[in-house]
DNA sequence: CTGTTAGCGCATTCAC
DNA sequence: GTGAATGCGCTAACAG
């Protein structure tokens, strides 16, 4: 938007413009004390600044970081960027956004639109985690967030989930909870939900799916299901067993309470439940709910510091994927 | 992250650079069509691709614009963000984002590293919109979105919070509400708060300020208030008339509902209620909260449409700022 | 139709 | 301590 060059100031200061250059890059070892003085007025004066364009060609570097979100849209996405916004800051890196709605189409073309820019990383957040796409990216500079592939290709960061399962339904089965159910969408092979169910087998220590209630992906909330035969079936024998739900994310909780409510039972009072991921509403509602919540802040950052790593070291061949997990927060409020 | 150059595939295919240029320019006119398969060829097969930064510097123009906005956290941004997305690849430009985390200091560093980019123009949700750092940036190039100034300097998006307070109160108006507030946290200048409020005179036609009733800013949800008293003395009194309150936004909402439930008053029985903002909770309550719901998607969309097209056309002098307002949907339910 | 050439703005030897 | 020269990868005249 300027139009003042190197060039410019050189003329100015009477100098060539490798002392500009020189000044510029704080090599101020290369120049005498006048002339840097001089320089340093110069440069205030005409609000010059250098051209990143200019000297990402010269040094042949770029230190931007391409980053492609599934869903800017999905709530916990936001605090990943906020992560990774600020490591960037912090490591001198720019960061170029694309955003694929979910549509695997235009992740591929965020992607590959990011590589012709040159950047020197890349961080996504995957719309389809067990997507071929992700095969042609080289692990060396590279890391995938938030969600985990089946067999990972390149380095992944995500929330612990078997762990904070684990320690949660731990804090029910201490309450001396008789029987406890883990409400789910159909396992299908997805790693999220194989981690957290495995966390709740860990926790109860179920040796069979007897306690795997499964709700079909998309159904309405305001009707009747199948899931109200069950959890009926579950609540109306249950005597004096003390029942306990896990809910796999917030979606099969507002399963699991719109079917109580349509069936008269009440959460805390009738049965206990805590879930995987938090919201605003579980903290107003009454009593509030109990819940794992996922430090997707915590994910950004270390995504980048991954990815500077990575960037700062030669490797001869690409490095073994590996995956790693970030802690979570358990909330525990009254609803067990 | 590659090797080959515009010469390398000159020299495969046994053309000058220029040729080569053309070719990817989509300049097919000005070689042989054997010429052009042969460099589709060699291309595709090579998976060169063109280097953005040389061509940048080449062309001097850059189709980047840069993005910086006060909270990526606040759930009303990444709508914001997903409309500019939407746009910047419409129109084949590419976005840098920075956030500042609501601190000022940050977004001044933020703006004026995203000035040094040599971005084409500037896209800021304010931290606040009455800073004046606003005033060095040219409104030729830049545009607010979200926040607007006493004073605008430059280009502002906003919602339409004036009419669509207006509407909605309207539509409680109707409903036969004998006396009706409006709760907000003070006005203290601050537009948002002032049109909204100037909505809520315009539907209702008080003509002073006795049906406007103020929070404060930080009160704690969980503690009784004067605004407990205030809501006593309102309700307790009421008599026969049909009462009703128009809040602000979620915050005051979830004050009045609070205090509201510690009076053992219930809403929509015992008083009407709507609100500006929508949260997924406001749905899921029961009976469901009406709301304006702002479009902030559109917001996004209708900022880079600006920017697209003051960077299009050439100014001899600034463009005169404007405020542009983006209509909103009200979600009409069950509190009133 | 194709090749030559001169920059774009800056960084970096290598002389002086 | 300083400056001229060269090149980063590409574009855009201008010749041929």
């Known amino acids: 938007m300027e139009k003042f060059t190197?060039?410019?100031?050189?003329?100015?200061?009477?100098v060539s413009t490798a002392t500009v250059?020189?000044?510029?890059?704080?090599?101020?070892?290369?120049?005498?004390?006048?002339t840097r003085?001089?320089?340093a007025n110069i440069i205030s004066k005409t609000d010059y600044h250098p051209s990143t364009?200019?000297?990402?060609?010269?040094?042949?570097?770029?230190?931007?970081?391409?980053?492609?979100?599934?869903?800017?849209?999905n709530p916990f996405t936001s605090p990943v960027i906020s992560g990774l916004s600020e490591r960037c800051e912090k490591y001198g890196y720019k960061m170029v956004f694309t955003n694929s709605n979910n549509d695997e189409r235009r992740e591929v073309e965020n992607i590959n639109r990011l590589r012709e820019?040159?950047?020197?990383?890349?961080?996504?957040?995957?719309?389809?985690?067990?997507?071929?796409i992700y095969n042609q990216l080289s692990n060396a500079y590279t890391v995938i967030v938030d969600r985990q592939a089946r067999r990972n290709v390149v380095d992944t960061i995500v929330t612990d989930n078997m762990n904070s399962v684990d320690t949660m339904v731990k804090k029910m089965v201490a309450k001396g909870y008789d029987d406890l159910y883990f409400v789910?969408?159909?396992?299908?092979?997805?790693?999220?939900?194989?981690?957290?169910?495995?966390?709740?087998?860990?926790?109860t220590n179920y040796l069979n799916d007897d306690h795997l209630i499964t709700v079909p992906y998309n159904t309405s909330l305001n009707k009747s299901s199948d899931f109200d035969q069950t959890l009926e079936n579950i609540l109306a024998n249950k005597g004096d067993k003390k029942i306990g739900f896990f809910t796999m994310n917030s979606r099969t909780l507002l399963q699991l309470l719109k079917s109580a409510q349509r069936l008269n039972y009440n959460y805390a009072e009738d049965f206990g439940v805590a879930t995987y991921e938090e919201f605003e509403w579980m903290q107003l509602m009454n009593p509030g709910i109990s819940c794992v919540r996922q430090d997707s802040f915590a994910i950004g950052c270390a995504a980048m510091d991954l990815l500077k790593e990575k960037l700062e070291t030669q490797y001869d061949n690409e490095p073994e994927p590996q995956v790693k997990l970030i802690p979570t927060d358990l909330i525990v409020r009254d609803s067990f």
């Open 21 to 34: 250059s020189n000044f510029l890059n704080g090599n101020y070892a290369k120049m005498s004390a006048t």
């Open 37 to 39: 003085e001089r320089l």
């Open 6 to 14: 190197i060039k410019d100031i050189a003329k100015l200061g009477e």
């Open 184 to 203: 789910s969408w159909p396992l299908d092979g997805v790693s999220t939900r194989l981690n957290r169910y495995a966390g709740f087998k860990l926790a």
């Open 53 to 73: 364009t200019a000297r990402n060609l010269a040094k042949n570097e770029n230190k931007t970081i391409g980053i492609s979100v599934a869903d800017i849209t």
């Open 117 to 132: 820019e040159e950047v020197a990383g890349l961080i996504i957040d995957p719309v389809n985690p067990d997507s071929s």
